[in-house]
T-cell receptor, first 116, second 114 residues
C-alpha cells in the first residue's frame, strides 16, 4: 500500500465552476477525514466518514460542499459554485478504528485549489 | 471548545543548535497530543504523540512531554540538522462522540542553516 493518495494535486478553476477532488485512503482503514488548510494556518476539520457513513460535518462545510464515500473506500469532495475564498489545500486522512481505539491518522499530500 | 496555540515562526537555527517549539492547548475532555511535520512538497507526517499526562513521545531525536498541569506539549531536539527544516504542527484529538478529529495549531516553520 502506498499510503493515502489524492487527485488532482493541483486544480485551478474559475469562480463559479464546480470542482471535485478524490481521496483513496489506506485500504484497510475504515475512517476517512477531510481537512482544509489555508496559507499560514493549520489544517481545519471539515468532515469524516466511518466506512460509508458521514458522521460529522464542520460548520465550515457550507451547503456548496458535499462529500461522499459510496462504498466505504475512496471518497470525493465536491465544491459547487466555487468562490475565491475556497482557495486552499484540501487534505484527506485515514485511520483505523478498532475496538474503540483509533490509530494515527495518515495524511495524503493534498489537493491545492486556486479559484481565479 | 478545543484549541492549540504554538509559537509563531519562522524559526531559524544553525545546525546542531537546540530546538524548542512551544505548544499549549485547551480542550474539553482528555486529549491525546501530537506533533506533525510537513516537509517541503510532502504531506503531513506524524512525528510523535502522547496519550496521557506525563507521557513522553519521542522520534528521530525529537521529544515532547504531555504536561497536564501546564496544558503544554513543547517539542524539543538537542541538535537540529539541515534535514529537519520543515513546518511543525502541534495538534490534539479528543474522542468527542467518537470522532477523534484533530485540532491543529497554526504551524511553526523551522529553517536550519549549515
Amino acid at each position: 500500500d502506498t499510503g493515502v493518495s489524492q487527485d488532482p494535486r493541483h486544480k485551478i478553476t474559475k469562480r463559479g465552476q464546480n470542482v471535485t477532488f478524490r481521496c483513496d485512503p489506506i485500504s484497510e482503514h475504515n475512517r476517512l477525514y477531510w481537512y482544509r488548510q489555508t496559507l499560514g494556518q493549520g489544517p481545519e476539520f471539515l468532515t469524516y466518514f466511518q466506512n460509508e457513513a458521514q458522521l460529522e460535518k464542520s460548520r465550515l462545510l457550507s451547503d456548496r460542499f458535499s462529500a461522499e464515500r459510496p462504498k466505504g473506500s475512496f471518497s470525493t469532495l465536491e465544491i459547487q459554485r466555487t468562490e475565491q475564498g475556497d482557495s486552499a489545500m484540501y487534505l484527506c486522512a485515514s485511520s483505523l478504528l478498532v475496538a474503540g481505539v483509533n490509530t494515527e491518522a495518515f495524511f495524503g499530500q493534498g489537493t491545492r485549489l486556486t479559484v481565479v | 471548545g478545543n484549541s492549540v496555540t504554538q509559537m509563531e515562526g519562522p524559526v531559524t537555527l544553525s545546525e546542531e543548535a537546540f530546538l524548542t517549539i512551544n505548544c499549549t492547548y485547551t480542550a474539553t475532555g482528555y486529549p491525546s497530543l501530537f506533533w506533525y511535520v510537513q516537509y517541503p512538497g510532502e504531506g503531513l507526517q506524524l512525528l510523535l504523540k502522547a496519550t496521557k499526562a506525563d507521557d513522553k513521545g519521542s522520534n528521530k531525536g525529537f521529544e515532547a512531554t504531555y504536561r497536564k498541569e501546564t496544558t503544554s506539549f513543547h517539542l524539543e531536539k538537542g541538535s537540529v540538522q539541515v534535514s529537519d527544516s520543515a513546518v511543525y504542527f502541534c495538534a490534539l484529538s479528543v474522542s468527542r462522540a467518537g470522532s477523534y478529529q484533530l485540532t491543529f495549531g497554526k504551524g511553526t516553520k523551522l529553517s536550519v542553516i549549515p
